[in-house]
């Protein structure tokens, strides 16, 4: 249903309810300006109702917006079950004595109000939940609601001559005035909820701005893991009549003006059943304040120093949240610790285990560790046994000591330890045992110390912070990547992927296998089929089987998850398979894509200059086809068997050859296509729709933003990063850009960190080509993910896709790069890196093996180096265009590699 007006009187959704039996209301999105008249058990769900209001990103809400003199919603029948979640209530249009939820003398009703967000209550009289009356059994869930902008009582106020029963959870209490809850006769829980920000501004016949005033008789609340900060008054007001049980346990009272907790002076004297143990007090005006005779116990809790509470008389050397007389704080907190360490892990798999220690730390004034005893419990994504369980010998060097775990038959274990007879027991911090935790479920797993008892030598207690652990448990693998594609280019494949599950997605691993010539390495090329011992790979099943076949290599093991594609640079010429893994934070591998990945490296008909090759199909390659043409393999004076690329599997000039051992006509038609339409750097038809980037670290200060694939419309790019203090950078153009037919700028805006512009000058100029863009040299060692947007030729943005290459800085093993730009003219850069300083010797060589000119001789320090050649020989002359080898000897180490002079 929706807000387009009601048919027959009323408002839409009461016209809905009226409508069903025991049912389910769906409100869509849109304002009902009407109240809810509740007679019957009915469940309204609004568009955010799996959304929390506190954590998650809310759509478009429903919004109940009564007028005038309305509740929002009227409880007139007993015995009614009623859940409202994810709709949005506003009461700007009611007058000062309307509520969002108003019960009227029914008994046995169960409300639920989950997920929704209540605003804009004004001067509501003893809360925006009023309930009243003598309800009997009376149940009421508020879970995980937003309260915020309202004026008194913003939260849920109980006036009932019957018990209630509440369940209050995960509800997050916002800049509102007066108290959130104001609760009396009252039994049940109120847990992880947040009061924060109360106002000074309150109505002023109200005097408290607490989060939670507890008044009345028969209460029996337990109170865990609650925030209280900066209120007004106090985080708790226990008020005038109060009486029952209330615990306090876990809860952060933090600057809270009046005191995190106030007992006013109308309470009856006994205290007894009365405990705030195990609580966070810190910057309160007052951490308790009693005014009865009665004691209230405060133990264990943390007052903001180990030196415990201030109290003039009893503790004057305390610099903690004061306390006032009748408070029973001893012993206070920060006397010792136990923590189960490390205090979050995972994600792990279901193959994987986590190992925590459960430490003891204590303080200055905590005396000596006599015997422990502790309980460990863990929710379903764990499981652990007697086995796992490890004692440390934290006791050992003692005299006799005992350690047993008990196991509780309900999951959990009891561990129990003491030093037996006479010692000086422990005064240092040390682990205590270790627990090896097992998954057994998705999610966040939590390890908890339900019991932690410490004894000290004369079996008195020692006062202590518990705190537990989490392990995120993820055991699902990501799906497969979808719509896995290669494409051929000059000494690269490029390969490009979807993922339909992005988000679980952290890194992909990029493997390779080789049509070979029976041994797993050596290539086919360029009889593939023709050849008598050749093999194609044998595609893996799983990740399981790619490990444990030699014919298959990483390639790349750790692409960042935003991927969408890879340029795999690989030289040798061959047909080359591939398959993507997607891989989660856990390391869990998602399967396999399909097979029949494959592309060549090379193009179809690049023949010419013969062994070197050029990356271009044109008119020395047909020449070379026009000498082999018409001949087989029977002729082999004048078959070339490197001109039999067709047929191809699918007739396209980027297909896969079907070698016939004949040059002819399927052949031409290959030749045909390529022919002025491929190169080293550049594709058929413009290139890919938006820029494919890599950024890649050259040295330790040195950068390069690389264009891996030509773009069919890239004009100009714009990076940017924040620096650390301190540093600087210069940008240049790379040697893509300066190689443009047109002029390119290339410039960083001073002051404002890396800001560097890139574009094309002129109308209608857009980057023809791959390669470098730009080169960012900085003034120190930094390592960033620069933000890119990217302009087409009409001045339209660009989708931009980049990834990140990162080299260390200091290598673990000697490593030749293939020189860069290449081909090149004049000048070339040649890289190398060093594990430790060594001689090394550079030289370059013509192909028939003379030498050219010597680059490098002598010692050189470990890490990256370049070197420069600038097509210059020995003498200073200028070499001719074609292919030559540089040779590098570094210790026990040399490469030998080719690079192309194109004049």
């Known amino acids: 249903m929706d807000d387009a007006g009601a048919q027959s009187g009323g408002g839409r959704i009461q016209e809905a309810i009226d409508l069903v039996g025991s049912s389910t209301v769906n409100v869509a999105a849109g304002t009902y300006n009407e109240g809810l008249s509740i007679v019957k058990n009915v469940t309204i769900l609004g568009p955010n109702a799996a959304l929390s209001p506190n954590t998650a990103t809310q759509v478009a809400p429903a919004v109940l917006a009564p007028l005038g003199n309305t509740h929002a919603i009227e409880g007139l029948a007993a015995n009614v079950l009623l859940t409202v979640k994810g709709m949005d209530f506003d009461l700007a249009g009611?007058?000062?004595?309307?509520?969002?939820?108003?019960?009227?003398?029914?008994?046995?009703?169960?409300?639920?109000?989950?997920?929704?967000?209540?605003?804009?209550?004004?001067?509501?009289?003893?809360?925006?939940?009023?309930?009243?009356?003598?309800?009997g059994d009376f149940h009421f869930n508020l879970l995980d609601n937003l309260f915020t902008g309202n004026i008194v009582s913003n939260g849920i106020a109980v006036?009932?001559?019957?018990?209630?029963?509440?369940d209050i959870r995960d509800n997050v209490f916002r800049d509102n005035q007066a108290w959130a809850l104001n609760l009396n006769n009252v039994h049940g829980s109120i847990a992880s909820?947040?009061?924060?920000?109360?106002?000074?501004?309150?109505?002023?016949?109200?005097?408290d701005q607490s989060g939670m005033i507890i008044a009345s008789a028969n209460n029996n609340l337990a109170l865990t893991g609650n925030t209280f900060s900066n209120m007004a008054t106090s985080g708790i007001n226990i008020y005038d009549g109060f009486d029952g049980v209330l615990t306090g346990?876990?809860?952060?009272?933090?600057?809270?003006?009046?005191?995190?907790?106030?007992v006013r002076p109308g309470v009856p004297s006994d205290l007894s059943d009365v405990a705030f143990n195990g609580n966070t007090f810190t910057g309160n005006t007052e951490g308790v304040q009693n005014t009865t005779a009665s004691v209230l116990n405060a133990l264990n809790n943390w007052w903001g120093s180990a030196s415990g509470p201030f109290h003039a008389t009893t503790n004057p050397g305390g610099t903690g949240d004061p306390v006032t007389d009748n408070v029973n704080y001893r012993p206070w907190t920060g006397m010792a610790a136990v923590s189960a360490l490390p205090a979050a892990s995972g994600p792990i798999n279901c193959g994987q285990t986590v190992t925590l220690n459960f430490r003891y730390v204590p303080d200055a004034l905590t005396p000596a560790l006599r015997g422990f005893t502790v309980t460990v419990?863990?929710?379903?994504?764990?499981?652990?046994?007697?086995?796992?369980?490890?004692?440390?010998?934290?006791?050992?060097?003692?005299?006799?000591d005992y350690f047993f775990a008990l196991n509780n038959g309900n999951g959990t274990f009891t561990i129990d330890s003491a030093i037996l007879g006479g010692s000086t027991g422990l005064m240092a911090a040390a682990d205590l045992f270790r627990i090896t935790f097992h998954p057994a479920g998705d999610g966040v797993g939590t390890v908890t110390l339900p019991t932690v008892v410490l004894r000290d030598l004369d079996n008195g207690d020692i006062g202590c912070v518990v705190a537990g652990a989490t392990i995120t448990v993820d055991c699902t693998p990501p799906p497969a990547v979808t719509n896995l594609t290669t494409a051929p280019g000059h000494q690269k494949v490029t390969l490009a992927w979807t993922m339909p599950v992005a988000t679980d997605v952290h890194h992909y691993e990029v493997w390779r296998a080789l049509w070979h010539n029976g041994d797993n390495v050596t290539s086919a090329y360029p009889e593939y089929d023709d050849m008598a011992a050749d093999k194609e790979p044998t595609w893996p099943a799983t990740h399981a089987a790619v490990l444990t076949n030699p014919e298959w290599t990483l390639v790349n093991g750790a692409l960042p998850g935003t991927s969408v594609?890879?340029?795999?640079?690989?030289?040798?010429?061959?047909?080359?398979?591939?398959e993507v893994y997607a891989v989660d934070a856990a390391v869990n591998f998602?399967?396999?894509?399909?097979p029949d990945n494959r592309a060549t490296n090379y193009w179809l008909g690049d023949v010419d200059p013969a062994l070197a090759y050029d990356g271009d199909v044109d008119v020395p390659d047909i020449t070379r086809l026009g000498a082999s043409y018409g001949y087989g393999d029977a002729n082999p004076l004048y078959y070339n068997n490197h001109c039999d690329v067709g047929p191809t599997h699918n007739r396209s000039g980027r297909g896969i050859p079907l070698t016939d051992s004949t040059v002819g006509f399927e052949d031409l038609m290959i030749f045909a296509q390529n022919f002025g339409n491929v190169g080293p750097a550049r594709q058929p038809a413009g290139g890919t729709d938006s820029p494919q980037l890599v950024w890649q670290r050259v040295d330790a200060t040195t950068w390069s933003l690389l264009l891996a694939e030509p773009c069919a419309d890239l004009k100009g790019l714009h990076l940017t990063a924040s620096l650390p203090e301190g540093v600087t950078c210069s940008v240049a153009a790379g040697s893509l850009l300066e190689g443009q037919s047109t002029p390119g700028f290339a410039a960083n805006a001073p002051g404002n960190g890396l800001d560097a512009g890139v574009a094309l000058l002129g109308q209608d100029a857009t980057i023809v080509g791959a390669g470098e863009l730009l080169r960012v040299v900085f003034s120190g060692d930094v390592e960033l993910q620069p933000r890119v947007t990217a302009r087409d030729g009409a001045n339209g943005d660009l989708a931009v896709s980049m990834t990140t290459e990162i080299t260390p800085v200091?290598?673990?093993?000697?490593?030749a790069h293939q020189n860069f730009p290449n081909p090149f003219n004049p000048q070339t850069t040649i890289a190398f890196v060093l594990p430790e300083s060594r001689e090394v010797r550079l030289a370059v060589y013509s192909l028939d093996g003379s030498l050219v000119r010597v680059l490098v001789d002598g010692a050189q320090a470990a890490g990256p180096h370049t070197v420069v050649w600038d097509g210059l020989d020995s003498q200073g002359q200028g070499v001719a265009s074609g292919a030559y080898f540089y040779r590098i000897e570094a210790g026990p180490d040399s490469q030998v590699r080719k690079m192309l002079l194109m004049k």
């Open 249 to 262: 346990t876990g809860n952060s009272f933090i600057n809270c003006a009046t005191a995190g907790v106030r």
């Open 590 to 594: 998602g399967p396999g894509s399909s």
């Open 159 to 166: 006036w009932g001559s019957s018990v209630s029963y509440i």
């Open 377 to 400: 419990d863990c929710s379903d994504q764990l499981t652990f046994g007697a086995a796992d369980i490890v004692d440390l010998g934290v006791f050992d060097a003692f005299d006799d």
């Open 193 to 207: 909820n947040l009061f924060t920000d109360t106002s000074v501004d309150g109505p002023e016949w109200y005097d």
């Open 810 to 815: 200091t290598p673990l093993r000697f490593a």
């Open 94 to 135: 009611t007058n000062n004595d309307y509520r969002f939820a108003n019960l009227i003398n029914q008994a046995g009703n169960t409300w639920t109000f989950e997920h929704n967000v209540f605003a804009n209550a004004r001067e509501c009289i003893n809360g925006n939940w009023y309930l009243t009356g003598a309800l």
């Open 565 to 578: 594609g890879y340029v795999d640079a690989h030289a040798p010429r061959g047909i080359y398979y591939y």
